[in-house]
């Protein structure tokens, strides 16, 4: 009898694409109104319409009876249509046709309604709407059993409805209040969302409904009262012990659904402090069951539906049995968890229902066929009162622990349930869903917890904090107003202001929009991918790069410049791998980027001083850069890099231009000289390359340039961008990939990063990609314009300040100035001083110490001025403040370097000084130092800087970089 029965299975027609996608599809409406209502409508009529919580749940209990009365009853009508028009569908396509409109019905009480009478209408409403939703839902769980005899071919069938099914939990669990959300919550927002939600729904289910079978109508039978109906459905709960265990099971699952479907709101309002995290948690758990229900049919074909049940069953409890660890070790390692829950709740879900088909396919041949109907009714039945009354749970709950309800748009509504109510929203969920899994695996759970929100249960005992967000912002507004002003051209270092109130909303709100970005995988977040390829794009052309030219997005112009170095050290261990330690050839004026690259990666550094006087200047051109042949003061002739080149040179770099006094390095030459030698050449555009390229007369120092292969350039300097971006573009793509580092030398994931970061923001990347797109290059280009026409009227107004002078020939809205020691020493003004009279009139000038170059030349003492497109707004007024500090310093003395070295104990005064020195004497010393250097504080910095420049001038550069450490590191250390 077996063989012949699968003989007959085997023998059936496979079920067609179209028939599975056209049944699969009615998913969408069973799924859609099995969650959003649960998820949403206890929670509408408590807080939105007034309704008392324990009335809430009555309202919602009785129109989930009144299901529950009616499935059996529409499940034999259905049985009866089938015999008498061959034919299932005229039930499915009516409920499938009016659903919609009453669904929309329940969700649009007029506002101001008296509770009581708003939550009659939604009892009428919801009572039509669950009929409507019964007209389809019986018939439509009974076609697998008269779609196909296969046992193989219902479980493809099944585990595809499953698949849509768990979409649809997804799509509404999620989307319903988002959409809610977008309607602006309340009234309006709940009836945008039933509008919308209505119309997927009954769209799903009438798609369905032609998949129901047409066979030839029989004779009339005679009419079977309603008890009798009622009768049959029972009697097929008795006669069939699989049935029963396999609706109890279901029973029990529906419970813990209805206690969670219906909590969540709250949990999400009054646990997580916010009305959408409900959409992360659905987002979490049903996301990965998308994926795993076809797995989980591969899995049944293989070991049986059974079994499959039990292993979804056991992984489900394990995962979340997990979740309990957030007592102890929180973070967000739980969406693991949730994620290995969704893989088996996928399987949970499918294998009970691919069995139904085949319990009714067993009572057909035991009993005779024509009584699936009869099934499915008291299955739905049974799975709604599961359903029904795991909201009358949860609202009983809600009132004895002393919920308050609330009108919408009525003062006074609860912020938060009592404590005890918090805890039992958690608590409650988790007994019916631990019941339901010891029934359904036959096994013991003890104290296991098995649902998605057991995990709360423990939880419930930390509680969330609260707390005043106005308070904690208004603390850091007052944190922010010990900075200098990032805004209105105040500070002439640090800051690259655009003036652009518009373009700093954008950029914030693109930062906030990838906020939980991690930019480490663009293989999981897609959009780091193509925002970093579009950024690229954009400065590869600015900069006049090949399809060769390949590059990354990184942190800063300091991460840029180590992997450039990085990348040309590797390479250059490949080629001498016996040799020892390569050196790293630049101008003395490079930036000290390079200093920290070599130091990390175990290069020499080999600085080449630069023109230590302005003789050499007689011979700059009038527009700025300096006479062929000559080098401006701060510059290095292109002869002086390229004799220092040689076999064990790594990489040179030449600078576009350097950041100390703004003059661009004989980039063709020196990278021309290089290439012939085989040797790469960076070159450094941190600060110039999103200007340079809109000067005119300006000599190649990019890609143009054959021997550079490889050039840096900040994005949040001239790029505007927020702090946190810059690019490294690399000419080959071996000499790219070099670059990486890459492992997969451990148990965890592969890593492979381009970058020295792991983990990092999407932010600035967002907002850098933003900026990009909203000015362009004619943007960028009249921004360049409003800096360099600010830096012209600088540059006049200081040739016209006497004792003063710009430091050689700047190129760019960058320049340094130093005291003209062409006049008399009386009419002399010293450039530290100078800066801080200018701060006192309220603008920040950046001090640059003098240094001793290694042939013995000394560069001046500096102030270093950044110019940005906002300084044309405050032009006039900067100007007085230089010119009045010039006149309130001149003649007055800068400090001397031998009266700061008296100051010092004589043990500080050698190189080696530094290793002696731990923390705290480094901070009795500095206390010592800076008291008598002026500080009003005990060991707080002066109030005046130039006295610590010329501490920095009098040490020992590995003194003063010990003791310049313990400042810095102590600012930051906690208080007592």
């Given at each position: ?395 009983i709950v809600l009132a004895a622990t002393g919920y308050v309800e609330s009108v919408a ?366 000015l362009g290059s004619d943007g960028f280009a009249a921004l360049t314009a409003q800096s ?189």
């Amino acid at each position: 009898m077996a063989a012949t029965k699968r003989s007959h299975e085997a023998s059936a027609p496979a079920l067609s694409r179209t028939t599975i996608s056209q049944y699969a599809i009615g998913s969408i409406g069973t799924g859609g109104f099995g969650t959003l209502p649960g998820l949403v409508l206890i929670y509408y009529l408590t807080d939105t319409l007034g309704v008392a919580a324990l009335l809430a749940g009555v309202l919602v209990t009785a129109a989930k009876v009144w299901d529950v009365i009616i499935d059996p009853f529409i499940g034999a009508r259905s049985d009866e249509g089938l015999a008498r028009a061959g034919t299932r569908r005229r039930f499915m396509v009516l409920g499938a046709v009016t659903l919609p409109v009453f669904f929309v019905l329940t969700f649009a009480v007029p506002a101001g309604m008296n509770p009581l009478l708003a939550g009659l209408w939604v009892l009428v409403a919801f009572v039509l709407t669950t009929t409507s939703f019964s007209l389809f839902q019986v018939p439509y769980i009974a076609l697998p059993a008269e779609l196909t005899p296969s046992y193989d071919e219902r479980t493809r069938l099944l585990t595809w409805r499953v698949v849509v099914l768990t979409f649809a939990i997804l799509l509404f669990g999620a989307g319903g209040p988002e959409l809610r959300a977008l309607g602006g919550g309340e009234h309006t927002g709940y009836l945008v969302m039933a509008i919308v939600a209505g119309l997927v729904i009954g769209a799903g289910m009438l798609v369905s409904s032609a998949v129901a079978p047409r066979g030839a109508a029989a004779a009339p039978g005679p009419r079977v009262s309603i008890a009798a109906q009622y009768r049959e459905g029972f009697a097929a709960l008795r006669r069939s012990q699989p049935f029963r265990a396999l609706l109890l099971t279901f029973v029990l699952q529906g419970l813990a659904t209805g206690v969670m479907l219906a909590g969540a709101q709250y949990v999400a309002v009054y646990v997580l402090h916010s009305e959408r995290a409900v959409s992360l948690l659905f987002a979490a758990l049903i996301a990965p069951a998308l994926v795993a229900a076809p797995i989980w049919g591969v899995i049944a074909r293989r070991i049986g539906k059974e079994r499959s049940f039990l292993y979804a069953s056991v992984v489900f409890g394990v995962a979340a049995l997990s979740m309990t660890a957030l007592l102890w070790v929180p973070g967000e390692w739980v969406y693991a968890s949730v994620a290995v829950a969704g893989f088996a709740y996928a399987g949970m879900q499918s294998m009970p229902m691919a069995m139904l088909p085949d319990v009714i396919s067993h009572d057909a041949r035991t009993n005779g066929e024509g009584q699936a109907g009869s099934f499915s009714g008291v299955w739905t039945a049974g799975e709604t009162a599961g359903m029904a009354f795991g909201a009358t749970v949860l609202t009983i709950v809600l009132a004895a622990t002393g919920y308050v309800e609330s009108v919408a748009g009525v003062a006074g509504r609860a912020e938060r349930p009592p404590s005890r109510n918090r805890r039992e929203l958690l608590l409650v969920p988790a007994s019916p869903s631990r019941s339901a899994s010891c029934r359904s695996r036959g096994i013991g759970c003890g104290a296991r917890r098995s649902s998605l929100l057991s995990r709360s249960t423990r939880m419930s005992r930390r509680r969330m904090p609260d707390f005043d967000s106005a308070a904690i912002l208004g603390r850091l507004a007052d944190l922010r107003s010990l900075d200098a002003p990032t805004h209105g051209g105040r500070v002439l270092s640090y800051v690259y202001d655009t003036g652009l109130g518009s373009l700093d909303e954008l950029a914030a709100d693109a930062i906030r929009l990838m906020q939980p970005v991690n930019g480490l995988d663009p293989t999981t977040f897609g959009s780091v991918a193509a925002l970093e390829r579009e950024v690229l794009g954009f400065v590869r052309g600015l900069f006049h790069g090949g399809d060769d030219v390949v590059g990354t997005v990184t942190s800063g112009g300091t991460e840029s410049c180590l992997l450039a170095v990085k990348t040309a050290r590797d390479l250059w261990r490949q080629r001498h791998p016996d040799a020892g330690a390569p050196r790293l050839v630049l101008p003395a004026t490079a930036h000290a980027a390079f200093h920290k690259a070599a130091y990390y990666f175990g290069l020499e550094l080999d600085l080449v001083p630069a023109e230590s006087d302005g003789a050499a200047t007689e011979g700059a051109a009038t527009d700025g850069t300096a006479a062929k042949g000559t080098a401006a003061e701060g510059s290095v002739p292109a002869a002086r890099i390229i004799e220092r080149l040689g076999d064990d040179t790594a990489l040179v770099v030449v600078s576009a231009p350097n950041y100390p006094y703004g003059s661009v390095d004989p980039v063709e030459a020196v990278a021309a000289a290089a290439a012939e030698r085989g040797i790469p050449c960076h070159v450094d555009a941190c600060v110039g390359g999103f200007v340079l390229p809109f000067l005119e007369g300006m000599p190649l120092w990019d890609f143009r340039v054959a021997g550079v292969t490889s050039v840096s350039a900040d994005l949040h300097k001239f790029g505007y961008a927020p702090k946190g971006a810059s690019v490294l573009l690399q000419r080959g793509r071996d000499r790219h990939r070099a670059q990486y580092f890459a492992t997969t030398g451990w148990p965890g994931y592969p890593v492979v990063n381009p970058s020295l970061l792991g983990s990092k923001s999407a932010g600035a990347l967002a907002a850098a990609w933003a900026i990009i797109q909203a000015l362009g290059s004619d943007g960028f280009a009249a921004l360049t314009a409003q800096s360099i026409a600010s830096t012209s009227a600088l540059l006049h107004a200081i040739d016209g300040i006497e004792g003063l002078r710009v430091v050689g020939s700047p190129v760019g809205p960058l320049f340094a100035v130093a005291t003209d020691e062409s006049v008399e020493h009386e009419r002399r003004v010293d450039p530290h001083h100078w800066a801080d009279r200018v701060r006192e009139l309220g603008f920040l000038l950046q001090q640059q110490p003098a240094f001793e170059q290694s042939d013995g030349t000394r560069l001046p003492r500096t102030t270093h001025l950044t110019i940005t497109p906002v300084t044309a707004s405050v032009l006039n007024e900067l100007v007085v403040a230089l010119a009045t500090a010039a006149d309130e310093m001149r003649g007055r003395p800068p400090v001397s370097v031998d009266e700061v070295r008296a100051l010092l104990p004589a043990s500080l005064l050698s190189p080696g000084a530094a290793a002696g020195l731990d923390s705290d004497a480094a901070a009795a010393i500095l206390s010592r130092l800076f008291g008598a250097l002026g500080s009003t504080e005990p060991g707080a910095l002066p109030d005046r800087f130039a006295p610590v420049m010329a501490l920095v001038e009098a040490l020992p550069a590995p003194v003063g970089e010990r003791l310049l450490t313990e400042v810095l590191a102590r600012l930051a250390e906690p208080s007592d």
